[in-house]
């Protein structure tokens, strides 16, 4: 039973280029929340998602910044028009119920966003 | 004011330690909390889920102070493999997980 599947673990892009992150949840989670980490700082919430929907992208930034979760395939994290302040690790979670009672989130491997 | 507030420390302590990490939230109406840990450039891993008895797994227990709005973690017998950042976490509203910014601990031997 694989776990939560982020790819690719590494992505290098230039200024001004599109970055796509891609996240399966685990096999039954229908449930898909994306974290970024910045360098020495904790992770923010930035998405929740279930099936073709967003309940909550409060974290989102304004721009540049949109999240999928179509009814098949991976969870999409999209950065358009990258910046250096872009550079991060990105993780996603999932889980199988809205909520998650007393057993907390399985994270992704994430991916590290680097921006040159 | 931040969700979740931790003392980013870092702790170094040598094997065999007692050592215990504080962290408090805001909202008093969260009900779910936990501890994950970090390794480097990894991604978290949940600990433990803190329960408002308290609770114990193995050498390391929770806690948790409703009335004070913090939550605690001990390690007993620290080893080096202990050594990771520990961050706490608060369930707020819409199931969102809020991050402390986590507490470094480096075991020395």
């Known amino acids: 039973n694989a776990g939560v599947m982020q790819n690719p673990r590494h992505l290098v892009r230039r200024r001004g280029q599109e970055a796509r992150l891609r996240c399966s949840p685990m096999?039954?989670?229908?449930?898909v929340y994306w974290y970024r980490q910045l360098p020495e700082e904790g992770l923010k919430f930035m998405v929740y998602l279930q099936k073709e929907n967003i309940i909550d992208e409060s974290g989102m930034p304004k721009e540049r910044f949109s999240a999928e979760f179509p009814k098949e395939g991976p969870s999409i994290l999209r950065i358009q028009q990258v910046v250096r302040g872009d550079s991060a690790a990105y993780f996603c979670?999932?889980?199988?119920?809205?909520?998650?009672?007393?057993?907390?989130?399985?994270f992704g491997s994430g991916t590290r966003l680097t921006v040159v | 004011r931040k969700e979740v507030e931790q003392d980013p420390g870092p702790f170094n302590v040598p094997e065999g330690a007692t050592v215990a990490f504080n962290c408090t939230y805001s909202?008093?109406?969260?009900?779910?909390f936990f501890w994950y840990r970090q390794d480097c450039r990894k991604e978290p891993k949940l600990l433990m889920s803190?329960?408002?008895s308290g609770n114990e797994d193995g050498r390391f227990t929770a806690q948790l102070n409703r009335a004070s709005q913090y939550i605690s973690l001990l390690i007993r017998d620290s080893k080096l493999s202990d050594s990771a950042t520990y961050l706490c976490v608060v369930i707020g509203n819409g199931n969102q997980f809020y991050f402390g910014t986590g507490t470094s601990l480096t075991v020395i031997p």
């Open positions: 096999k039954g989670h229908s449930h």
């Open positions: 979670a999932s889980s199988p119920v809205a909520g998650t009672a007393n057993y907390g989130y399985t």
């Open positions: 803190v329960y408002s």
């Open positions: 909202n008093s109406a969260s009900q779910s």
